[in-house]
């Protein structure tokens, strides 16, 4: 019985020492695990709810029609101006040469009023003229009377012949005041004329402008029947057929700019009290594993939670509450670089990893953004068209030279008047 009791008294000096050994490399382990915590893990805050998304810019048309052609498919690559849909214009085109009509016969009718100045001016020189001539008539009528009337009492002259100078005398006055008369209204009717064309010319007189107003708003809605891609990016969500009557507003297809992409990251209210914009942020998406990684930013901290703009937020107040982690979306931008070199897709999931070392930066905007968040230029050059046009038949009805604006003409469509121009689309950008 001593033997066995020997050995186990031998044995646990031994045991001891591996479990002192294990105590000593579990605390070793945990104050190394603490000093990187404290040095490292403490500096970051991260996320795997995290997507990416983009603007998503819908092809409305602005105006209603028969879709007649379509250029562009899911998937495909556009660039902005690439006409991508066609409407039928037949009834723009007629719509169209009626305003031009209109428009040159407005001018024209115009250039009557300010004609009529002139002839006006002179027919009241010319009644003036009559006027001084029945003056100067009355006047020698009156002498000749003056000079008759002693020469009746001596019988010089006779009563006949002086009644008849007094009937010339009265036919005299009549006339004068007929003259006066005539004067006053060719007066009146300048002083109407001149009404309609004081301080303005043909070209901006309101019958021209209002005429000139109609002629742009058909010459758009002519243009407006092809449909244009606002921007460089990805055909999606192609819910458009050909002949298909649509109205205008209606949603036809997107196109995705996917490179000006960002991030989305979700995180915990509980994570949110050391973010800060600008601070840097590593994200890595499962499209590509870990093996890629992004750099990016903050750009800014939602103004609310996830479930507060929900469509149907949570109503806590009734009773039947849960309390549930709420998350705050906060935006993050990419290095458009490393997009370029591994192209995302709106929707992808990310994971996010800020570094919170630097707490000096705002938790939220103070100041106005001082630069579009996205605009487009594919719709200027028709408004300048349309002017163009207006100046031509202006120009042309005043009897002046003018250049007819080039317009660009689809080969498989003739040309209107010579003429045709890029078209413009209504631009709806939902996030």
Known sequence: MNAPQTQAAESNPQRKKALTAVAAAVAVAGIAYGAYYALVLNHFESTDNAYVQGNVV?????????????????????????????LDTADARVALDQAEAQLAQTVREVRILFANNATLQAQIALREADQARAESDLARAQDDLARRAPLVATGAVGKEEFNHTNAQLSAAKSAVAAAKSAVLAAREQLTS????????????????????????????????????????????????????RVQAGAPLMSVIALDQVWVDAN???????????????????????????????????????????????????????????????????????????????????????VDISDTSG??????????????????????????????????????????????????????????????????????
């Open 267 to 353: 995180f915990k209210e509980s994570q949110l009290q050391n973010l800060r914009i600008g601070q840097p942020v590593s994200l890595k998406a499962d499209l590509y594993g870990k093996k890629v990684e992004y750099h990016g930013k903050i750009e800014g901290l939602g103004a609310g939670t996830g479930a507060a703009f929900a469509l149907l937020p949570a109503q806590n107040a009734t009773g039947n509450w849960i309390k549930v982690v709420q998350r705050v979306p906060v935006r993050v931008s990419l290095d458009p670089r490393e997009l370029a070199d591994h192209p995302l897709r709106v929707g992808l999931s990310m994971d996010a990893k």
């Open 362 to 431: 705002k938790m939220l905007a103070d100041a106005p953004r001082r630069s579009a968040v996205a605009q487009t230029t594919v719709f200027d050059e028709v408004d300048r068209m349309a002017e163009d046009e207006v100046h031509r038949i202006v120009a042309t009805n005043l009897g002046r030279s003018a250049k007819a604006p080039a317009r660009a003409v689809a080969a498989s469509e003739p040309a209107h008047k010579g003429a045709a121009a890029p078209v413009t689309a209504h631009v709806a950008i939902a996030k």
């Open 58 to 86: 819908q092809l409305t048309p602005q105006v209603g029609g028969t879709v007649l052609a379509i250029n562009a498919d899911d998937t495909d690559f556009v660039k902005a101006g690439t006409p991508l849909v066609k």
């Open 193 to 244: 004329n001149q009404s309609l064309t004081d301080n303005t010319s043909v070209e901006q007189h309101p019958n021209v402008l209002r005429a000139s107003a109609r002629v742009r708003e058909a010459y758009l809605a002519l243009k407006r029947a092809e449909l244009p891609s606002p921007v460089d990016g990805y055909v999606a969500k192609r819910s458009v057929q050909v002949g298909q």
